[in-house]
């Protein structure tokens, strides 16, 4: 029978919390009197999170399947593998380090019953540093008044997807994206719901300070063409203050002989100048990257190792190992 609900959990170098996941995921899931399925990406981990993630396909083949990258690509590209493998029509993403329980699927479980089509998780008490939470709540206010989509926890991976919204998002062949934007962008209904949040069972977070900014970065410019419109718009407004500044210079010079430029600084104003041109150069080559990454056309991942059960034949398997 094939399963109602996928949860898509993604891991890099998670071998120290993985035990306590398993611990608490498969009672969570079987409470909720659903079949299911269990997907794990392993995103090129370098500890033991494959062997272990091995081990428990063998300990529970029924409602397990593991994809190994060969490389790390990154979270999102994770999801999009695990999206792209989905046999349920509800789709549940989830981290692997327990910040967000498993034991709160069934929340968002019934805002799909009542009709949403994308759940998003916005976490409770958030067991974070502050620094995290206020450059947290700063970027949701700035992206969603330049992309106006609403998320009001970006942060928070705990979401729900109906298998058309799935569908849509793994068949975009965008080489960057940040998921839960683009699955808002194909919602019908969206909806969020508060969720428990704790802190890491173990390990450490893989965001650092860069790499969050580097994500708000590539969600803003990967949504919307407002960062080069609004730099369009200051070019405009510098260029139109330095023509009027000029002309007075030009006025005032005819009538007394010196003009107000020999009360600037002009070595200030001119590094602001070049900052400014730095800044919009370096704007115009995000998107010019972008679309550089784009039309390479290259895979979004490479496979090592493939573990599940043949659906179509009943009473086979196939299977790859994992060295």
Not at 51 to 59: E, H
Not at 97 to 102: A, F, I, S
Not at 220 to 225: E, P, R, W
Not at 257 to 265: E, F, M, P, S
């Amino acid at each position: 029978m094939d399963p109602v609900l996928s949860v898509v959990i993604p891991v890099y170098n998670e071998d120290a919390g993985l035990g306590a996941l398993f611990a608490r995921l498969y009672p969570a899931l079987d409470a909720l009197a659903v079949p299911y399925e269990i997907i794990f990406v392993d995103d090129g981990s370098r500890d033991r999170s494959a062997a272990l993630l091995k081990d428990q396909y063998l300990a529970r083949p029924d409602v397990t399947r593991v994809v190994v990258f060969t490389v790390n690509r990154g979270q999102h590209t994770a999801i999009i593998a695990g999206f792209e493998r989905v046999r349920g029509q509800r789709v549940v993403t989830l981290d692997a380090d327990l910040q967000n329980p498993p034991e709160e699927i069934g929340r968002l479980l019934a805002a799909m019953d009542a009709g949403h089509d994308y759940v998003g998780g916005v976490r409770r008490s958030r067991e974070d540093v502050w620094w995290r939470r206020v450059a947290s709540r700063a970027m949701n206010r700035l992206r969603e008044r330049i992309t106006h989509i609403r998320m009001t926890d970006q942060g928070c991976m705990l979401r729900a997807y109906s298998r058309a919204i799935v569908d849509a998002v793994a068949a975009s062949r965008e080489v960057s994206t940040y998921i839960p934007a683009l699955a808002y962008t194909y919602a019908h209904a969206p909806t969020e719901v508060e969720v428990a949040h704790a802190e890491r069972a173990a390990g450490e977070s893989k965001y650092s300070l860069y790499k969050l900014i580097r994500l708000n970065f590539d969600l803003v410019t990967g949504f919307s063409l407002v960062p080069l419109q609004l730099f369009s718009l200051f070019g405009m407004f510098v260029a139109a203050a330095s023509s009027l500044l000029y002309a007075a210079v030009v006025v005032q010079r005819l009538f007394t002989g010196h003009g107000w430029a020999a009360l600037w600084d002009r070595d200030i104003l001119e590094f602001f100048l070049i900052g400014v041109v730095l800044f919009g150069v370096g704007l115009v080559g995000e998107y010019v990257g972008r679309i550089y990454m784009q039309v390479r056309n290259r895979p979004r991942y490479t496979l090592q190792a493939l573990l599940e059960r043949d659906p179509a034949p009943a009473g086979t398997r196939a299977e790859s190992e994992v060295p």
